[in-house]
């Protein structure tokens, strides 16, 4: 069985501050993918990216930045400079068998990010 | 390009009520999932469908809930009768079988039963 650990649940910071969403997954799979989402307050869930098992190169994306470590089975979520509209909840999600039939998403529970003028 | 389309976006119903709640998937995909989140429960996949055809719905939770996808462009999820603990916010998703392994969300639908 697969499961996405998000230890953090709630994480406070001050607008322009660093802040890293840590996610830890589980799986006995060789292939897999890893994703993130975020849910504004709005309530809709927007995908940020996706990252398979077999490419583990860092992934930065304006403020966003990915860093996927097979070793410690990780895939933590960086912002840079965060802002009030990066308030949010993150779910990072594990897929496994892309190949097969199984398509489920298994999700972790989420962060909650508070982005503070 | 128009996304996951799910109506109505807030249903409020008295228990024992049928409910039906309804998706259009993003034109092309080939996979539709329904998901329920509430704050216990987190994120809980109910059932997904693979070109029309339902291929896992150990998610759902009770036999008062089922699904549909009679085409391509097209689903509903149906409660009946429907209870307070039903209360919770439904979304849809889809994705492709190929390439982009990604779901879109819809934007919901906040149902409460009371």
């Known amino acids: 069985a697969q499961k996405v650990t998000q230890a953090q649940t709630e994480i406070s910071v001050v607008e322009k501050e660093d802040v890293t969403l840590d996610c830890v997954y589980e799986?006995?799979?060789?292939?897999?993918?890893l994703f993130w989402y975020k849910q504004p307050p709005s309530g809709e869930l927007v995908f940020l990216i996706r990252?398979?098992?077999?490419?583990?190169q860092n992934e930065i994306s304006g403020r966003y930045s990915w860093n996927f470590q097979k070793s410690t089975s990780s895939f933590n979520f960086t912002i840079t400079a965060s802002q009030v509209v990066d308030s949010a909840v993150y779910f990072c999600?594990?897929?496994?068998?892309?190949?097969?039939?199984?398509?489920?998403?298994?999700f972790g529970s989420g962060t909650q990010l508070t982005v503070l003028p | 390009d128009a996304g996951v389309i799910q109506s109505p976006r807030h249903e409020v119903t008295e228990m024992g009520q049928e409910v039906t709640l309804r998706c259009k998937p993003i034109s092309g995909h080939d996979y539709l999932f329904w998901y329920r989140q509430t704050m216990m429960r987190g994120l809980e996949l109910l059932i997904y469908f693979n070109n029309n055809v339902p291929i896992d719905d150990s998610g759902m939770p009770e036999d008062r809930f089922s699904a549909k996808m009679p085409n391509a462009s097209f689903s509903t999820l149906k409660i009946q009768p429907s209870e307070p603990r039903d209360s919770a916010v439904y979304f849809c998703a889809s994705s492709f079988r190929q390439g982009p392994y990604e779901q879109y969300f819809g934007p919901g639908t906040r149902l409460t039963v009371t």
């Open positions: 999600a594990l897929r496994i068998s892309p190949s097969g039939s199984a398509r489920q998403l298994t």
């Open positions: 799986t006995r799979d060789t292939t897999y993918y």
């Open positions: 990252r398979n098992s077999f490419d583990e």
